[in-house]
């Protein structure tokens, strides 16, 4: 089993490039409980929504804002992601939201460029002391529209962004300009692995035209001391609450 925690030259990587990827941080139990979830959970059922990329074609997005007794809340709590952040933030964390991204086969849409802090901004935090954790659920590869990211793109700052169907995208010609300017990288990754990445890095993904779907789960956290100005979306104001180790199958047992 490799290491579940970053190691100072993965912080570095971190620090110097925006994101970094940890390798089999799930097991393929725990990621067949989450599929499972996803698939006829109550939670992803209640909260799953539909939005539109620019050309129309449709990605399923299931958001929620709370931590609860379920699957999604042991992996958001997993000793393996919260540590993880608090690595990176260099301070506690909070829990922001969760999402499942369901890019079905042959239509899931694409993502415009953009940074997470783009809409947070809005959101009200002061800082963009934030990060998400992206748990991949099937084999991400170009072909279904992998992430991709624009390496050391964090370190722009906050460009102005503006809507994209029904997306908050980066505005175009600021894309154009900065593209050229970083290594662009395809962010293909197995099932279980888990992409942690700066919330003013630069990412977008293509449409999924293959045969295979590609359902993602992405946690998003804010530093804990990070102050956020009254918005209906909120932060939690407590550190996140961390889990056993073995609480993903735990809780597929017990809240199935
Ligand atoms: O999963 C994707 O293709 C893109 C998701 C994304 O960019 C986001 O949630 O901010």
């Known amino acids: 089993m490799p290491p579940t925690h970053l190691d100072p030259s993965a912080v570095a990587h971190y620090n110097e490039r925006g994101y970094v990827i940890l390798h089999q941080v799930f097991a393929e139990d725990e990621i067949s409980a989450m599929i499972e979830a996803a698939e006829s959970g109550s939670r992803v059922a209640d909260t799953t929504r539909s939005r ?51 890019k079905d086969a042959h239509e899931g849409g694409a993502w415009e460029w953009h940074q997470d802090y783009g809409y947070w901004y809005n959101q009200g935090f002061a800082f963009p002391r934030m990060i998400s954790a992206f748990v991949v659920l099937d084999p991400a590869t170009e072909a279904n529209g992998c992430l991709q990211v624009l390496a050391g793109s964090h370190h ?14 980066t505005e175009a010609s600021r894309v154009d300009q900065v ?41 998003c956290f804010n ?34």
């Not at 709370?66 to 393996?80: E, F, I």
């Not at 919330?199 to 449409?207: F, Q």
Request: contains cysteine.
């Open 52 to 102: 539109q990329d620019g050309e129309g074609r449709p990605t399923r997005l299931a958001i929620w804002h709370d931590l609860g007794n379920d699957v999604w809340t042991a992996a958001s709590t997993s000793p393996r992601i919260v540590n993880n952040i608090r690595i990176l933030l260099g301070e506690e964390a909070a829990f922001f939201h969760g999402k499942v991204i369901f």
């Open 156 to 169: 722009l700052g906050r460009l102005d962004h503006g809507r994209v169907g029904d997306q908050t995208g």
């Open 179 to 219: 593209v050229p300017l970083f290594e662009r990288v395809p962010c293909e990754m197995d099932p279980g692995d888990v992409l942690f990445f700066h919330c003013n890095l630069l990412h977008t993904s293509e449409a999924n035209l293959s045969d295979h779907p590609r359902r993602s789960f992405i946690i």
């Open 223 to 256: 530093a804990l001391s990070n102050p956020q100005f009254a918005t209906k979306q909120t932060a939690e104001s407590r550190p996140c609450p961390v889990s056993a180790d073995n609480a993903i199958l735990t809780a597929a047992n017990e809240f199935a």
